[in-house]
């Protein structure tokens, strides 16, 4: 069966075997498809990528970005949440490319959704996006226009702080920045794979709208209206 060696899914319709009595369903995990384009939210992607995707009890959960926490609003996921601003009122306030005082395989996820746009050097970027989305780490030309550089310290961290067969899902957005595309979701599919983890699967996330700026007049690069939720498993593969 497909689903064997995966954990059950407590949200699977009762099934009734042909020999059961009508009054002791079994509740059986059922196998669902999972799509690699996801146009509704990231809170219940998540829950599919759980499900889809987990080998072992996916709690407790890191999210080491965690902002507002708009990712759980309404969930009763059991989630540690960090960031390295205070202002969020995170269960612990630390750089998550340092995670000091946090166990070795502790966690069952990691959630990942850095910044992909910074201060670039000339000016302290102070608009409201920027400010509501955390995006304070400098991407000028000494990181070659893109956050990249976050990823490897963070990803050592990760792999430290996850349970064997554990899941890394990261939510990347590539950009323009300096009048070229900066591929952040290949970087970090490589530094995944550098820091040992297993790249399992990509996942387009298409937005409502692009994300725009009032700079871009006559940009000559298709206006970005997906992200990539990508999907690493700590182990050397992504099937048991
Ligand atoms: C794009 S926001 C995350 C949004 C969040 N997923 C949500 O839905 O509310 C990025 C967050 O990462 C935090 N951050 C940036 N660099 C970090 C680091 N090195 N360690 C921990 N948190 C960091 C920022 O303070 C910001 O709150």
């Known amino acids: 069966m497909l689903y064997a060696g995966r954990m059950p899914n407590p949200a699977a319709p009762l099934l009734l075997l042909d020999d059961a009595a009508p009054e002791a369903p079994v509740r059986l995990p059922q196998y669902a498809p999972l799509s690699s384009v996801w146009e509704g939210n990231d809170a219940d992607l998540l829950e599919r990528m759980f499900t889809f995707y987990a080998s072992?009890?996916?709690e407790p959960i890191l999210d080491a970005t965690y902002n507002v926490g708009r990712f759980w609003k309404g969930s009763t996921r059991k989630i540690v949440s960090m960031d390295i601003d205070p202002k969020y009122k995170p269960d612990i306030v630390a750089d998550n490319r340092e995670?000091?005082?946090v166990g070795?395989?502790?966690f069952a996820v990691v959630v990942y959704d850095p910044p992909h746009v910074g201060p670039q050097g000339r000016n302290k970027s102070s608009k409201?996006?920027?400010v509501?989305?955390?995006a304070t780490m400098p991407c000028g030309a000494e990181h070659g226009w893109i956050l990249s550089y976050l990823y490897p310290p963070f990803l050592q961290q990760a792999k430290r702080v996850l349970k064997p067969n554990g899941l890394l899902l990261a939510k990347i957005t590539d950009m323009v920045?300096?009048?070229?595309?900066r591929w952040?979701?290949?970087?970090?599919?490589?530094m995944a794979e550098e820091a040992g983890f297993t790249v399992c699967d990509l996942i387009v996330k298409v937005r409502k709208g692009p994300m725009l700026s009032d700079k871009w007049k006559t940009a000559h690069h298709a206006r970005k209206r997906?992200?990539?939720?990508?999907?690493?498993?700590n182990a050397t593969r992504c099937e048991r």
Do not use: K, L, Q, Y
């Open 56 to 58: 072992i009890e996916v």
């Open 99 to 101: 995670m000091p005082g």
């Open 104 to 106: 070795n395989d502790s």
């Open 128 to 130: 409201r996006f920027d």
């Open 132 to 134: 509501d989305f955390g």
């Open 177 to 181: 920045n300096n009048h070229r595309s």
């Open 184 to 190: 952040a979701h290949c970087d970090f599919m490589r």
């Open 226 to 233: 997906h992200c990539f939720w990508i999907v690493c498993r």
